[in-house]
C-alpha cells in the first residue's frame, strides 16, 4: 500500500490503462489494482469530516469497459438479501455516479454483490428525436418518476426524468467479504467491490457518442452509504470520496473528473 498512488478529489483522478481484461470476482488481487492510483480516504459527503470507517476506491479501463473497485473497512458485514428498486439506502453500499451533459447515473452495490440501477434525465435535455428518445428510454413505455419537483433530489436546473427500471447491458457487479456475511456476532475485517461498466452500456452517459480513447474525461462521484447501529439508534450515513456539502450527490458539476490515460 505505500507504493499506491493517492489522487485528492479535486485533482484530475488518471484512469490507467487496464494491460489484461479483469475476471470480475470481488478479489481485487489482479495486479491492475495494484498499480492502479486510489482516491483519498471517503469523507463524509455533508461536512467533509473523517469517516467513521476507511474507504477508497479505484478506477481502470480498455476498449470494453470502465473498471471500479473498491476497499471498504466493516467490522459488521451485512445484507438484507433482498434487491429493492429505490430502497438502496436502507443497506450497506457502495455507489458509483456518471454524469453527462444530459444524464446522471447511479450503480448501488451491496456486500453480496446484487446491485441496483438508476438513470436520471434531464428534462430539458429530452428532446422528441434527440438522443434520448430512444426505446429503452420511451416515455410511454417506461413510465419513469419526475423528480426535483415536490420531492427531491432537487436541483436548480430543474426537473429530472428518473428511469429506476433501466439496466446497462453487459454489467457486472462481484463483492467479497473478508469476513462472514450476516454472521452479526463476529468480527469482520471488510468487504470489496469490483464492477465492469461496458462502454456500450455507458452510451447514455458519455457527451462524445464515439469509441472512448486517451484524454476522454468523465465526471465521477464515487460513495457509500452506512447504516450506522448505536444501541438503539439506527441511521444512515453517507461517506463520499469528495465533500458533496448541501448540493449533495445529485449535483454533477461538483463530482470529481477522471481522464483516461494511455
Known amino acids: 500500500m505505500s507504493d499506491v498512488t493517492i489522487i485528492a478529489p479535486h485533482a484530475i483522478y488518471p484512469v490507467q490503462r487496464a494491460d489484461r481484461k479483469p475476471t470480475i470476482r470481488g478479489r481485487l488481487d489482479e495486479p491492475m489494482w495494484n498499480q492502479a492510483a486510489r482516491t483519498t480516504r471517503f469523507v463524509s459527503s455533508s461536512s467533509g469530516g ?17 473498471y ?44 453480496a454483490g446484487d446491485a441496483e440501477e438508476l438513470l436520471f434525465i434531464w428534462k ?28 427531491g433530489p432537487h436541483h436548480r436546473r430543474g426537473q429530472r426524468w428518473l428511469f429506476d427500471n433501466w439496466s446497462m447491458e453487459g454489467l457486472q457487479c462481484a463483492a467479497r467479504v473478508s ?5 452479526r456476532h463476529d468480527l469482520d475485517e471488510g468487504w470489496t467491490v469490483e464492477i465492469a461498466l461496458p462502454w ?3 452510451v447514455h452517459l458519455l457527451d462524445d457518442e464515439t469509441s472512448p480513447a486517451a484524454g476522454d474525461r468523465l465526471r465521477m462521484a464515487l460513495a457509500r452509504n452506512q447504516i450506522i447501529d448505536q444501541r438503539q439508534q439506527r441511521f444512515s450515513t ?23 490515460r494511455p
Open 68 to 111: 471500479v473497485a473498491a476497499w471498504l473497512e466493516e467490522h459488521d458485514v451485512w445484507t438484507t438479501g433482498q434487491v429493492r428498486r429505490g430502497l438502496t439506502w436502507q443497506e450497506n453500499t457502495f455507489e458509483v455516479f456518471i454524469a453527462s451533459e444530459g444524464a446522471l447515473y447511479q450503480l448501488s452495490v451491496n456486500p
Open 179 to 183: 469476513g462472514d456475511l450476516n454472521e
Open 238 to 260: 453517507c461517506w463520499s470520496w469528495h465533500a458533496a456539502g448541501d448540493a449533495g450527490l445529485y449535483a454533477p458539476e461538483a463530482y470529481p473528473v477522471v481522464e483516461l
Open 50 to 66: 473523517v469517516a467513521f470507517f476507511d474507504t477508497q476506491a479505484a478506477v481502470s479501463w480498455d476498449e470494453e469497459a470502465l
Open 124 to 151: 430539458d435535455a429530452y428532446q422528441a428525436g434527440g438522443r434520448y428518445d430512444v426505446p429503452d428510454l420511451n416515455l410511454a413505455q417506461c413510465r419513469p418518476a419526475v423528480v426535483g419537483g415536490d420531492g
Open 200 to 202: 456500450g452500456g455507458l
